[in-house]
DNA sequence: CATTAAAACGAACGGTCGTGCTAAATTCTC
DNA sequence: GAGAATTTAGCACGACCGTTCGTTTTAATG
């Protein structure tokens, strides 16, 4: 079957699938290893073998997420040709990661990074430098906007990007918060105007 | 001295700015009552006596939180006349409160509601219902400036809100994840485009 | 100042936390 | 299928959790 999935690595995806779900509910920092242990169906010490240390396991819960948001929105979106289409590509996968995803829980790295940003250490240090690669990773499909004629060629990558940003976060805070979907619609209509009306150097 | 100032509502009162303190750091979900009893120098028992129960304090928290932000933010901010005007001494002094204080930890409110958002009770309920509420009142700024001929008529008075909280969200998560203040200058922009290009009704 | 009420304390409770250790069970390799 | 390696379980530990209770100290009242 798999080539290199022994038992082990198969037992420990399965258990990051349910770090992921879990955390998303409760929290990364409130993650118990007890808890996790029953909703796996295995025994607290025989799940704590697999990564020897709670932080090693909020670390390999994030890296997992990640993964996931790699596949589910990145890998996604990038099939879509460069330009407005694929920024609104992204931007409409993003959405529904982060605020329209059927289980309980939103973003569990959005969540995180709230979490952790007064907790130094390496989960702190790592949402930090997946925050800076996803900032430069968005600026970069505005860039491709703008080489597409879609944007002025004076559009503000960056400020852009901490716009569109905002948008998501938004709705993330509100949808979770007031379980209300409609500010879907508002996310949308802010992206709308990010296109139509994009800040702009010097300006 | 002051009126109805028994030593035990002062002691709460010293109680809850060390909380407001504490669950900045560590999350409201985190604060431990002998961890807080320390911080404040008294006994575990004493302190809680005050309460009843975790929950009451973590409520009375969120309420000596939602108190001093009214006094910071809101009381000041009124004190400008209504238009864009207030609306910047608003957004000014709600980043200063958010993204720019000098104690660790950022916004009590936006933490705890990414943290309690998947939480059912009385936490939660409350910070919804203040959201709910804050949502209002910034819809309401909004109008003055319309009212006030700073704005087009068709000025969407709540899209403009979530896009300024997003704003807010923004500038929260990147400098207190990212260590960085330039982000402040990119809220500030963002108010500005927000001013010269609202979004509006039927667009 | 004496009396009473309020507030703070100290010790203890049952539980749960993360983490070692050792033995049993299971999977892999030849 | 035998033997080695890996994976899981069971149990115990010290620490800390929220909470209770009885006592002692402190503040308010006449």
Redesign the pocket.
């Given at each position: 079957m798999s080539r290199t999935a022994?038992?082990?690595?198969a037992?420990r995806d399965a258990i990051l699938d349910a770090a992921i779900a879990l955390a998303r509910e409760v929290g990364l920092g409130a993650?118990?290893?007890?808890?996790l242990a029953e909703r796996v169906g295995?025994?607290?010490?025989?799940?704590?073998?697999?990564f020897?240390?709670?932080?090693e396991l909020q670390l390999a819960t994030l890296k997992a997420a990640q993964l996931r948001f790699d596949e589910q929105v990145s890998k996604v979106a990038f099939q879509a040709p460069r330009g407005v289409e694929r920024l609104r590509a992204l931007f409409e996968r993003w959405l529904s990661w982060a605020a329209a995803q059927r289980q309980p829980g939103g973003c569990l790295m959005i969540a995180a990074a709230s979490e952790f940003d007064d907790v130094p250490g390496p989960v702190r240090d790592f949402l930090a430098e997946q925050q800076r690669g996803w900032l430069l990773g968005l600026g970069r499909t505005v860039q491709f906007a703008i080489d597409s004629g879609d944007l002025p060629a004076d559009t503000d990558c960056e400020q852009f990007a901490f716009e569109l940003f905002g948008l998501i976060l938004s709705t993330h805070h509100h949808v979770r918060l007031l379980n209300d979907a409609h500010f879907l619609a508002s996310a949308r209509r802010g992206l709308e105007r990010l296109i139509v009306a994009p800040p702009r150097h010097n300006a």
């Open positions: 022994s038992k082990g690595e037992t993650l118990t290893i007890g808890g295995m025994s607290k010490s025989g799940l704590f073998a697999h020897g240390a709670k932080e």
